[in-house]
């Protein structure tokens, strides 16, 4: 077969299968990815008999990393060309593609607004040459109009002139995003990036400065996201407290969030990633009070004990941390609170431990994460000394997990009686305005709950986050 028919043939089979890990940041990653590519007349197929299988990846820690690369070797196995792309891929470029020859190319974020032609080159045999990964922190201007010149590529603020109506909101700014899923609740990116130097942290590295998107495209892209059956939108960032400070507003959420509220279609508003030291009382009292946003306060704690919270570059501690929990109950009793903590820390003592334990106990927290800390490298806190024992983590997590499960199966218990507002996700399930989508339990309902509308019911029992409730009769 000559060249040319091989690119005829490589052409007619332009199909793509995309997989996405990690969190749901990536999720909008994966959307953008999927409009790009569809606009480049590529189809985007999962019935297993794609020519390209394209991986979003999660590069966080070990685990999220081991769970990409096996993602990449199984998908090798189908015979398709494959692709590496987001957070693993950036983070070590062309060592990874090196060390990984399974995959036909290693994408960097800057390759994402030209993917249809990377993705060409990989069906055609051309080839890609992978990048040498940089501190992204250091590549792009400080201000918003200098940014907007850049060659730097920030995944989920691309925006394209001319695109089919279904893959990019239909008028305004041209927000490239397909849906991928097609339930009633999305996440939608009000930025990416971070400014924080916490020591324990790579994502700014390979993630980049903060770089907050204009309200006029958050709000565009609510109303494409109603016009495609949505109901609740999860605003997701590295740190949404943080949102608007490079655009010259620190208070821009405040202002934002009942706009986006009023969106017709829109019944819920739910912010993800608060920052406890950043949370500013009229955020905070946004968020308790305004209708249609849920009273949910996402708060990364990370720990509780203030000495090893300054080592970790973060600020806070019990007695602080609790006066903030009991602001938020003054405004919203029945509001919802999740956090994650990092366990085994370098230097993290016995005492330390048992300050974490003690305000857990009083935090009355709806959902508790709680994980093993490990090196990462490229990160201040892997040269620490006072590194904690792998056995000695182990056993902590252990422990604080099981009284984690015990404290919020008591605090699930504490809502029953109360009535909820469920957005109905599948035929007899949903979630409650103090859960998140998959992280935070479910409410079962006992009754008529039409998917994609939002009923009030009453809970009658709990099972650990889970709770079962009644409908109440309309």
Not at 144 to 166: F, K, Q, W
Not at 200 to 216: D, E, K, L, N
Not at 218 to 245: C, F, H, M, P
Not at 265 to 286: D, W
């Amino acid at each position: 077969m000559s060249t040319a028919d091989q690119s005829a043939t490589s052409a007619d089979r332009r199909s793509v299968s995309l997989v996405t890990l990690g969190c749901a940041r990536n999720e909008v990653d994966s959307e953008e990815l999927a409009a790009r590519l569809e606009s480049a007349g590529w189809t985007l197929d999962d019935s297993g008999d794609a020519s390209v299988v394209l991986v979003n990846t999660c590069g966080f820690i070990d685990a999220a990393k081991k769970d990409s690369i096996d993602t990449l070797l199984a998908a090798s196995d189908s015979g398709a060309k494959v692709v590496a792309a987001g957070c693993l891929a950036e983070r070590y470029g062309a060592e990874l593609a090196e060390s990984l020859p399974e995959a036909d190319a290693v994408l960097s974020f800057d390759d994402y607004a030209a993917i249809g032609e990377r993705l060409d080159d990989v069906l055609t045999g051309r080839g890609h040459r992978s990048h040498k990964p940089q501190d992204r922190r250091k590549l792009l201007p400080l201000t918003p109009t200098e940014r907007s010149g850049t060659h730097v590529h920030v995944p989920g603020h691309g925006s394209a002139p001319d695109l089919p109506e279904g893959v990019a909101p239909a008028s305004g700014p041209r927000v490239l995003r397909r849906r991928l899923g097609g339930g009633p609740a999305a996440p939608l990116k009000l930025a990416s990036g971070c400014d924080r130097r916490c020591t324990f942290c790579a994502i700014p590295a390979f993630r980049g400065a903060y770089v907050s998107r204009r309200p006029t495209e958050v709000l565009e892209e609510a109303r494409w996201l109603a016009d495609q059956g949505v109901r609740e939108i999860i605003l997701v960032s590295e740190n949404s407290t943080s949102y608007g400070k490079d655009l010259g507003d620190l208070r821009l959420l405040e202002t934002l969030l009942p706009e986006l509220a009023a969106v017709e279609g829109i019944e819920r508003v739910r912010v993800s990633y608060l920052q406890p030291a950043e949370l500013r009382p009229g955020l905070l009292e946004t968020i308790a009070t305004t209708p249609g946003v849920a009273p949910y306060f996402d708060l990364s704690f990370q720990h509780a004990s203030g000495p090893l919270l300054r080592r970790m570059r973060r600020f806070g501690d019990t007695e602080r941390f609790l006066g903030l929990l009991e602001r938020v109950r003054e405004l919203a009793p029945e509001a919802g609170v999740r956090s994650n903590f990092i366990v085994g820390f370098p230097g993290e003592t016995e005492e330390d431990v048992d300050e974490l334990a003690r305000f857990l106990t009083a935090a009355r927290l709806d959902v508790i994460g709680v994980f093993g800390y490990s090196d990462e490298e490229g990160t201040e806190a892997a040269g620490f000394t006072g590194k904690v024992d792998d056995e000695e983590v182990a056993a902590r997590v252990a422990d604080l997990s099981v009284l984690a499960e015990e404290l919020t199966a008591q605090r699930a218990e504490e809502r029953l009686g109360q009535t909820v507002e469920v957005l109905v996700e599948e035929p007899g399930e949903g979630r409650a305005a103090h859960q998140a989508p998959e992280i935070d339990g479910v409410v079962t309902l006992k009754g008529d709950a039409p998917v994609g509308e939002i009923v009030r019911a009453r809970v009658v029992e709990a099972m650990g986050v889970d709770l079962l409730a009644v409908v109440d009769e309309r």
